[in-house]
């Protein structure tokens, strides 16, 4: 960390006060650093390859797949789940977390399905692609839902145990809509107003994971971006952090403290 990025930080930290309103804006850096690989890119799960099957991970992870072969699907969520194993919050979960203790509003909009923001204690976490942890029926008149700590237990194709139907992650799986009362939980709290917006270990690509900052922007309101790399939002938000999640928001807690 640069001496530049603890001077960000510590303006940041001169910015939260207990009344303030902070939206989180996180994506698969903040878990990296709990030891949790990318899909993609260097040190990602699948790279460019495909499946044993000869398809896509795209393809097995599809809504479509879990319909027609529901096999492969489960092949492919067993080895995330399996390259997850052990992962516990890190440091920037567990602030973001303390935040709720100090802050008057404290929202987390994740795309990470590891459950680890709710491990740390955050309690107002849209995950937005949802949580491999929680399983539910895929029968849509079954009110099956149970959570797992891992997938070690489970059967190659798990199935629900009240009406034998096959089960699944209540996760948004390829070709399928975000869930609709995440989305409107979202716009709800973003109608309130949020003073600060963070964007933290997230490559700022799909629309609903930009808008928050840009509806920030528009309204002069404080947005940070936490990323070592750089993406289309680096040169409009107002503070960008040049580190890894967990480094910066430890640094944050501490020139709080300092600042209070």
Known sequence: MTDHDVHLIEEVARLIRPDSR???VTG???SADSGLPTYRGVGGIYGDRRTRHGCTIEEALSG????????????GLHELAAAGKGAKPNRGHEVIAELERFCGSVWVLTQNVDGLHRVAGSRNVI???GDLRHLVCTKKTCDYNQIVSNYEDLPALPTCPKCGTVARP????FGEMLPMDKVLTLHREQDKGFDIVFSVGTSSLFPYIIEPVVRALDEGRATVEINP????LSRDVAYRIRCGAAEALGRLA???????
Do not use: N, S
Not at 64 to 75: A, C, D, G, Y
Not at 229 to 232: H, K, L, Q, S, Y
């Open 22 to 24: 902070l939206l989180f």
């Open 28 to 30: 698969a850096g903040l």
């Open 64 to 75: 479509t797949m879990l319909r027609t072969r529901p096999e492969i699907t489960w092949e």
């Open 127 to 129: 995950d937005i692609h």
């Open 170 to 173: 209540d996760v948004v799986l």
């Open 229 to 232: 790399g750089e993406t289309d």
């Open 254 to 260: 501490v020139a709080l403290r300092a600042a209070q």
